[in-house]
């Protein structure tokens, strides 16, 4: 294949060397040609019908539209021709014809595509003496906002909506004048990325409901961060005015996120300032008091001294960074317990490899891989971006997916529905069963192990044939590593990593302690979705939601929500991030590494750290698998177990997508959108 | 709401022949079921009584394994497919400029004074609805009306009264030229056509 193969292109007088199958536009950008546009976008495919991008191309008596236009040997492009500039201020009086002049009163304004571009190619005035068209908006659910008149008809949306997402709902009616983009019968748009649409409008026609007339874009601080709705590590940028984050926007990341953000990232912000835990809380009389700092910490100092490594658990939560687990890890050192619980559900792993319970394919790989079989995992709840990110491959490559799990989920495209038994793997692994032979033809077969095996018995079973199975049909090799677990939460591959050196303590071994009434004191580092009894013990809560942690504490620790401290956090694929602060944690909230690292002082077992920087220092020192390995295909899982499949059923756990985390709980958008999705 | 379809609560489907559905999408490869569109839908609205309903549409929709909106998108681009109910006569007047320079407006005016409907109006009966359109390409036999599947030529204010009368009292009417032109013949200043020299 000569897919490599470079065309020469001449713009602008300037020589240069695309590869085939790039467009004219594209050519011009990598040219340092700015070229303006409305329907043009990367990720979508072409339309052509803005006309904003037209060029002028040597022999051609018409202008020609850059973005539609492949290019090719030879070609001599101006792009600021008399020509060009002249047709484009022609398509700018056009697009301009029925759009409305209510800048001042729409969202858009100041970050608007049109705005912009009218300033340079707009006439100014306007020849046009006829009434504007007018169009009523349209419903498209709780997140979006309409203004339709203000639709210049790009079909982004449309687009997006269909290749990307999935839901074929929305759409072009009408024609010419009467052309109205609009969601099927008006129903709302149900998909967890419809958020994406009020990025890609490049006019105010969609526009973000929740954020509607809240602030105008160049008085926000903008912060690159990191996000911690779920275990993919989405760049974000936190958009913040006086001490409030107002947005949330998705940051370009091509390895990760690519341009998307689901719902639950973008919107569930406004539970950050609702049910706020702002000052210490203790429990006198059974009811909470707000106290000092210094109270608080002697109330723990009087009970800790008490108790003994058996009957005391930390249990670290689904949201916190890796400095504030590292903190907690050896503040238990420092007092010698050693029962931490890394994750509040049962989910095993074999945690001796690193290989054994990251997402070894990486998500870049998702576009390579030909062949996928999904055990257990509903991507589209637990990573609605890793699941758009199958589609891709699905949609540009016709990827073949076959599914065991409880139930066939709806997951937007199409795939093979293999049951809800695992053991069929063994029958895989032998070569008796039709899926075989994909494996077998596949140069990067995938395997992703999600959830419902994760908290099965049949985990680690499940697990080591998987590997089996790969490593017979050549799913490890230098360049791959098709074994992939699917985390759900932010700090899980943190958490294990930081903790399984020094503690091994899990779900069924707390649960035996609880049954034998062990446990007599809990410390919650941000842990508010457990399911085990421990309201006859001592707990102290620590975290920033005021949810079910904080209703059994008996002493509360405002912590800080992740959009209010730096810290780092481990992606399902090993990647480490930093996020950035955005704003100030509300009241007396600490962010959490200080909380512990004041605990200890007053506790007598001063910690080794007094500030970030030095926390990371040892950190990154004890746990050289912090970092990020590019080259981690090299090694493959090894997963000990005796497969002997107990249970082998999946069993189907009804996971609400919108309300996964105390910060998702508390937001009333989330709550709407999971009312009209469900 | 212009791009609305009618929601019809309750509404039976028609009954489609499967075997002429086959047919149609016989035609077209069968990866390609969706190329289908038009003429099937073509065919649903001849049978549910000249408009597609929403059920209509889904029910096309599912036949060929698209999204209802992609079907709906076809239905409401083109003219031909109505949305909305019409009457068991469909007039389709021409009013682009050849018909309307052979006075358009005056047969306009006739339906009017004969049904009392106006463009996109339906008589209280049911029997009658009135859309204006543009060009039927058939300018030399100017100014046109179609009725249904056929097209009535050179008509005027009277015949026009005449024909939609006829219509109503269930009277045989023939597809055509009014004046009797075969095709485009010349006629002269009083309508004779056979124009000898």
């Keep these: 294949m000569d897919e490599l193969r470079n065309i020469n292109i001449i713009i602008d007088g300037i020589e240069i060397s695309v590869p085939q199958g790039s467009t004219v536009l594209q050519a011009c950008e990598a040219a340092g040609a700015e070229i303006p546009r409305f329907c043009y976008h990367e990720k979508l495919s072409v339309a052509g019908n803005c006309r904003m991008c037209l060029v002028e191309m040597e022999r051609s008596p018409k202008p020609i539209a850059s973005c539609a236009m492949p290019a090719s040997d030879g070609m001599i492009i101006k792009t600021s021709s008399e020509m060009v500039e002249k047709a484009r201020k022609g398509v700018m009086e056009f697009l301009l014809i029925n759009h409305p002049l209510d800048c001042p009163i729409c969202d858009q304004g100041g970050e608007c595509d049109l705005q912009d571009q009218a300033l340079y190619f707009g006439k100014g005035e306007t020849r046009f003496e006829n009434s504007k068209r007018a169009v009523s908006d349209k419903n498209m659910g709780p997140l979006i906002k309409t203004t339709m008149t203000r639709c210049i008809h790009c079909t982004r949306c449309v687009r997006f909506a269909n290749e990307v997402a999935g839901v074929e709902d929305l759409g072009a009616t009408g024609r010419g004048e009467n052309v109205e983009i609009s969601t099927y019968l008006e129903k709302a748009v149900t998909s967890e990325l419809s958020g994406n649409l009020v990025d890609l409008c490049p006019v105010g026609a969609l526009t973000s409901k929740p954020y509607q007339f809240v602030a105008r874009p160049w008085e926000l601080t903008k912060t690159e961060s990191v996000d911690v709705m779920d275990a993919i590590g989405s760049n974000i940028r936190i958009d913040s005015r006086d001490g409030k984050v107002l947005r949330i926007l998705p940051k370009n990341n091509e390895s990760i996120n690519e341009e998307w953000i689901s719902d639950k990232s973008r919107y569930a912000i406004d539970g950050l300032s609702k049910q706020r835990l702002d000052t210490p809380f203790v429990k006198i009389n059974n009811k909470l008091q707000r106290v000092s700092w210094d109270e608080a910490f002697e109330v723990i100092n009087s009970k800790i001294s008490k108790i003994s490594n058996e009957n005391c658990v930390g249990v670290v939560g689904n949201q916190v960074e890796n400095e504030a687990i590292f903190a907690f890890r050896e503040l238990f050192k420092k007092l010698n317990l050693n029962k931490i619980l890394p994750f509040q559900k049962k989910l095993s792993f074999s945690k001796e490899n690193r290989a054994n319970y990251l997402f070894n394919s990486k998500i870049e790989g998702l576009d390579k891989c030909d062949y996928l079989l999904l055990i257990g995992a509903n991507p589209r709840v637990d990573s609605a971006i890793l699941n758009a990110r199958i589609r891709k491959n699905y949609i540009h490559r016709d990827l073949k997916i076959s599914s065991i799990a409880s139930q066939p989920f709806d997951l937007k495209f199409n795939y093979e529905y293999l049951g809800c038994d695992v053991k069929i793997l063994t029958s895989i692994l032998e070569k008796k069963h039709k899926i075989s032979n994909d494996f077998e033809k596949a140069n990067f077969p995938m395997i992703i192990i999600g959830d419902e095996v994760l908290q099965n018995d049949c985990s680690l079973d499940v697990q080591k044939v998987s590997t089996s199975i790969l490593k017979k049909f050549g799913g490890f090799n230098k360049n791959w590593n098709g074994f992939n677990i699917l985390h759900n939460y932010a700090s899980t591959v943190g958490a294990i990593d930081i903790l399984s050196e020094y503690s091994d303590y899990d779900y069924s071994a707390l649960k035996n302690d609880i049954n034998k009434n062990l446990i007599k004191f809990v410390y919650l580092l941000n842990a508010d979705d457990f399911d085990f009894d421990i309201s006859n013990c001592f707990v102290i809560y620590q975290g920033h939601h005021g949810d079910k942690g904080a209703q059994l504490a008996d002493v509360i620790l405002p912590g800080a929500a992740y959009t209010e401290k730096e810290g780092s956090y481990t992606n399902l694929e090993g990647r480490v991030q930093y996020s950035q602060r955005a704003i100030f944690p509300p009241g007396d909230a600490k962010e959490d590494w200080t909380i512990l690292r004041a605990l200890s002082e007053k506790l007598g077992k001063k910690l080794d750290f007094d500030n970030l920087l030095q926390l990371r220092k040892i950190m990154f020192s004890s746990k050289t698998m912090l970092k990020f390995d590019e080259n981690i295909y090299s090694s493959e899982p090894k997963i000990i177990t005796k497969s002997d499949f107990k249970s082998s059923k999946l069993n189907y756990e009804n996971k609400n997508f919108f309300m996964t985390c105390p910060i998702s709980r508390c937001s009333s958008t989330m709550a709407e959108c999971s009312q009209v999705n469900g | ?197």
Aim: glycine fraction near 4%; include cysteine.
């Design chain 2, 1 to 197: 709401m212009k791009n609305e379809p009618l929601k019809a609560e309750n509404y039976k489907l028609c009954n489609i022949d499967r075997v002429k559905v086959d047919k149609i999408l016989d035609k077209y490869p069968s990866n390609r079921k969706a190329s289908a569109v038009i003429p099937l839908l073509h065919y649903v609205q001849k049978k549910s009584n000249g408009w597609l309903p929403v059920p209509e549409i889904e029910r096309v929709a599912e036949i060929l394994d698209m999204p209802y909106m992609k079907v709906y998108e076809v239905a409401s681009f083109y003219t031909m497919f109505n949305l909305k109910p019409v009457g068991k006569k469909l007039l389709q007047l021409c009013h682009t400029t050849p018909c309307w320079l052979r006075g358009s407006d005056q047969i306009e005016k006739s339906i009017y004074d004969t049904l009392k409907i106006k463009d996109g109006e339906t008589t209280p009966d049911d029997m009658f609805t009135l859309m204006k359109v543009e060009c039927l390409g058939a300018c030399v036999n100017a100014p046109i009306l179609q009725i249904n599947d056929d097209y009535y030529e050179d008509l005027d204010y009277k015949s026009t009264k005449e024909l939609l009368n006829k219509i109503k009292t269930k009277k045989n009417i023939k597809p055509g030229s009014v004046i009797g032109r075969k095709s485009s013949e010349p006629y002269d200043k009083n309508g004779n056509v056979n124009v000898t020299k």
